[in-house]
């Protein structure tokens, strides 16, 4: 507790940041998942708070996740009934709790680097693209839309070009205005005044975009911005109390397979995006603090049963939030817990001055966050590491990109798998020789993938020469390499080829080795 008291300078910023990033997506991905929009508020208050209270995770924030819009406009489309949908968040949540304690968060540990940092300079990328659109007031698709194909039949890139014959001038103009100033205020007010620091970047903006839409209402009004182009939170009235925003889950519908179907596919792709995100947080962590995944595993599934019970939907760790929170200087959970009490409190006291907030904003806030998530200097450090590394971070990128996070994920962690074969396959074999005195050592694991290799090896000494076949550097030696080695040491007398053996300190492999090599001197 002390601990959260001594970063509370640090933390409290951050979570005003997070807040303003939180806020569109929240709305956003329910407006796109076909919920009720005040679902998305409940997943980001439970999210914060619940998830925030009970997960190990420093830095990571959890709400709402664009991967799972199609899955659950997909489920509340079959289910018909919003309130069996819920239903199936909250078995998902109690399957979540189980693969935590059936210690299935090490599946994350097996991503390779070089896709963890594609995915995340794919995050920033798409947040590029996808934000521009509403800097200059094209909204025709959800704030927090990830997915290639989007719902009104445009995708990332002709979404990005149409927008241009219709561009809303108030909307370009705050927009730019809010870049500016977090490119200002983060790039070289903070570095040089180093006591404006608790201000947080992403305030200002808001603040800035805010008044200068007021300013249009009554000095120019034809380019202020309409209701359309502002956050569009519930408001609690005399007619409509706070308690009447929540639903709760149908248990008549417990029977039913669809609601089984809806929840094992919500519990498996919403504990894969979490554990991907909780590794990319984890890498982009300025101390490296690793986060316990079994544990954030049940603290999602904790968060996913409460949301389904009040009306949330699916909560998971998200990237975009999370990333926000790491870049606005947040030290521990406690940033993520208080976005969670602000987020309350907007809905609580003050939605109808949150709801002045122009979109444009906020965009520009998320566009900043993407740059900083795909840095130029991200691409070059990976160009220098070699082909083994920059293709699989590449192929991540583009794959995310043209599909969605866990399709593009799968594509980037086959073409790295690739790549550690061929490597192993490379470093598996090593032939020297010193005129006719050849040396071919097995190293490592040598699988039937290098029996070609070592058969054309073997076949292109010359005659008259001498052969050491060291095998004692070998961990594991496929059956179909002993059998190839064995076959050339029975024929290898036609040439008159000497063949020897350096034993192995394996006394199973001496044994297959042994009898041939016998023969072999006896033809000798």
Not at 146 to 169: L, Q, R, V
Request: aromatic fraction near 10%; proline fraction near 4%.
């Amino acid at each position: 507790m002390k601990n959260y008291f001594q970063t509370f300078g640090k933390d409290f910023p951050a979570s005003i940041v997070v807040v303003l990033v939180a806020l569109p997506l929240c709305l956003g991905i329910a407006l796109g998942s076909g919920a009720p929009l005040f679902s998305g508020i409940i997943a980001g208050i439970v999210g914060g708070i619940v998830i925030g209270l009970l997960s190990g995770s420093h830095l990571s924030v959890s709400g709402p996740a664009a991967g799972l819009t199609v899955i659950v406009a997909t489920a509340i489309a079959k289910l018909q009934v919003y309130e069996a949908f819920l239903l199936a968040v909250v078995i998902a949540g109690i399957l979540q709790m189980v693969l935590g304690f059936l210690k299935a968060g090490i599946l994350g540990d097996y991503v390779p680097n070089a896709v963890i940092k594609g995915m995340l300079a794919a995050i920033g990328l798409l947040l590029i693209l996808k934000q521009i659109p509403h800097l200059v007031g094209y909204n025709a698709n959800f704030i927090g839309d990830e997915s290639f194909k989007e719902a009104n039949t445009e995708n990332t890139f002709t979404a990005f070009t149409n927008f241009a014959a219709k561009i809303n001038e108030g909307a370009l103009l705050i927009g730019i205005v809010a870049l500016f100033i977090l490119i200002v205020w983060d790039g070289w007010i903070v570095k040089k005044i180093k006591k404006v620091k608790l201000i947080p970047g992403a305030l200002l903006a808001v603040i800035a975009g805010t008044m200068m839409n007021q300013y249009f209402k009554f000095a120019i009004p034809f380019i202020a911005l309409q209701p359309n182009h502002l956050v569009s939170l519930p408001v609690v009235n005399e007619n409509n109390s706070f308690l009447s925003f929540f639903t709760f889950p149908n248990w008549s519908f417990i029977t039913n397979k669809e609601v089984w179907i809806a929840a094992v596919t919500i519990a498996i792709v919403a504990s894969l995006e979490t554990l991907l995100s909780i590794e990319a947080i984890d890498n982009l962590d300025p101390l490296k603090r690793a986060t316990p995944t079994n544990r954030e595993l049940r603290a999602q599934g904790v968060g996913n049963f409460i949301s389904g019970l009040i009306g949330g939907i699916p909560v998971t760790s998200v990237i975009v939030r999370s990333s926000a929170n790491v870049y606005a200087g947040a030290k521990t959970k406690a940033s993520a817990v208080m976005h969670g009490v602000i987020l309350l409190l907007f809905v609580l006291f003050i939605p109808e001055i949150i709801n002045h907030i122009p979109l444009s904003a906020l965009a520009a806030i998320l566009i900043f966050t993407g740059y900083k998530l795909a840095k130029v200097s991200l691409f070059k450090e990976f160009y220098s590491k070699g082909w083994d590394q920059l293709i699989p971070f590449v192929v991540t990128i583009v794959a995310i990109l043209l599909t969605d996070l866990l399709i593009g994920i799968f594509i980037g962690c086959a073409v790295a798998l690739f790549f550690l074969i061929r490597s192993n396959f490379r470093s598996a074999v090593l032939v020297v020789n010193d005129t006719n005195n050849y040396l071919i050592r097995l190293r490592k694991d040598v699988s039937f993938l290098n029996k070609p290799v070592i058969k054309e090896k073997l076949e292109e000494i010359p005659e008259n020469s001498f052969v050491l076949i060291d095998v004692t550097r070998a961990d594991f030696i496929d059956k179909d390499v002993i059998e190839e080695i064995n076959h050339y040491m029975q024929h290898a007398h036609l040439k008159n080829v000497k063949v020897e053996i350096k034993k192995s300190r394996h006394k199973s492999m001496h044994r297959l080795f042994s009898q041939q090599n016998e023969f072999q001197y006896e033809l000798n």
